[in-house]
């Protein structure tokens, strides 16, 4: 049987046409945070395109979505083969990040069935709710909850950063489905997505061969301290939890680059009470972005930083507290499907270099389940979370013949 490759022009097509949905103004970007109209049209239109493939649907408590495909000669008895990512966003994101792993594997069904071929394991394709995070955390909720990683009610309990709650979201948005979790366990998992930084671009390579994902903590930081007149007040009598929250900000940057080596860390979110220009804030709230393929240079960054809050309160007389929103430590895929992505990446003529993913992914999850592994695809400037997020045309290709290939061995290919 001669090489099958994906067709790209649909592929892109369908890529700008869910872009369109929850489109930011003058950008290539979208907006589409967990269970939102506009994530519940993506999901809808997502799922258009499924039953278009003849897929059959599955929603589950949490509102994945997993869309699987049988060919003529499929035993359906078999575990499937499953690929897929996420369509949520951030507020400021860009038209690749999840999206692109999702509609690689529908283009990887609709590339096999139009050559009338059939596999012999099913082939899933799924979208998982809520991976972003940043409205509902932890990241990763829906392929958690997938993987038996959090418990259903729990997971339908979360409060997101607007105070609604992860149940009450799906129901609104009609995406509280009935299948079970945890879900029926894949044969394979793989991941196609932008690598969402600078390597593979500064270094000249198609294709990343994902081994493993580095640890993540994010600390939600309250520090509550005394309203008071921003003239009146003397310097020593104030409890100014503004200020409190911008020495946790800069001592977060101070502790990566102390900490050197893979640490990375970010205050993303800040919220003051009452936010006004002439009132001593009372109450900050800030979370806290720590990330180290290491996870003992990650505690260590995690105890530095409690440390410090715990001085400041003293200092400052505010009352610091903490709540733990993820904590994920370093995950490892399997080295056979490494191999894997590796040896399509050459046989399609593609360089290619094993690396870590500095950002999480659904694939984490199921790397607790079954046989796991990512590839990715350069992007522009190590640009991502923004709007200006780009891979190429030729990119977008290449890492979807390297899925395309790793789905056929692993699914099995006979003549329909
Ligand atoms: O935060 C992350 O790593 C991913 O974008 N959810
Ligand atoms: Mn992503
Ligand atoms: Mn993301």
Redesign the pocket.
């Known amino acids: 049987m001669d090489t099958l490759y994906i067709n790209i022009e649909r592929l892109c097509g369908r890529l700008d046409e869910l872009a369109q949905v929850g489109a930011i103004d003058g950008t290539m970007g979208c907006s589409r945070l967990a269970l939102t109209d506009e994530d519940a049209e993506g999901r809808r239109l997502v799922i258009t395109w499924m039953r278009d493939l003849g897929m059959d649907i599955a929603i589950d408590g949490i509102g994945n979505v997993i869309g699987t495909w049988y060919g003529s000669k499929t035993d359906q008895t078999l575990p499937s083969v499953m690929t897929g990512s ?1 369509i949520d ?2 507020r400021t ?1 860009g038209r690749f ?2 999206n692109l792993g999702v509609l690689a594997g529908l283009e990887v069904v609709e590339t096999i069935a139009e050559r009338g071929l059939s596999p012999a394991h099913p082939i899933s394709v799924g979208f998982f709710t809520g ?2 995070g940043s409205r509902y955390a932890p990241d990763m909720l829906g392929s958690l909850v997938y993987v038996g990683g959090l418990g259903l009610e729990s997971a339908l309990h979360i409060e997101g950063i607007d105070g609604t709650k992860v149940g009450k979201e799906l129901e609104r948005i009609d995406f509280r489905g009935q299948a079970p979790c945890p879900g029926p366990v894949p044969k394979a998992f793989l991941e196609l997505h932008i690598e ?1 930084g600078p390597v593979l671009e500064a270094e000249n390579i198609s294709i990343g061969a994902v081994d493993s994902v580095q640890g993540i903590s994010w600390t939600q930081i309250t520090i509550e301290g005394q309203s008071n007149h921003a003239g009146t007040t003397p310097m020593q009598m104030r409890h100014d939890a503004g200020w409190v929250a911008g020495e946790v900000t800069s001592f977060v940057r101070r502790l990566a680059n102390e900490i050197g080596g893979n640490q990375v860390g970010t205050v993303g979110k800040i919220d003051l009470v009452p936010n006004l220009v002439n009132v001593v804030a009372s109450r900050a709230t800030l979370t806290a972005d720590l990330r180290n393929t290491d996870d003992e240079r990650l505690k260590e960054a995690e105890l530095r930083l409690a440390n410090f809050c715990d001085d400041l309160s003293e200092q400052e007389d505010v009352r610091i507290t903490s709540e733990i929103l993820a904590r994920f430590e370093p995950v490892k895929f399997d080295d056979s499907l490494v191999r894997e992505v590796i040896k399509f990446s050459k046989s399609l003529k593609l360089s290619v270099k094993s690396m870590t993913s500095g ?1 999480g992914h659904d694939a984490q999850m199921f790397a607790r389940i079954c046989p796991t592994a990512m590839i990715f695809v350069p992007s522009k400037n190590g640009l ?2 923004n709007p200006d997020e780009f891979t190429s045309q030729e990119e977008i290709e290449n890492g979807s013949n390297v899925l395309l290939q790793m789905m056929i061995q692993l699914a099995g290919l006979n003549h329909g």
């Open positions: 996420h966003t951030v994101g990040d999840g991976e972003e969402q950002a991502s979370h």
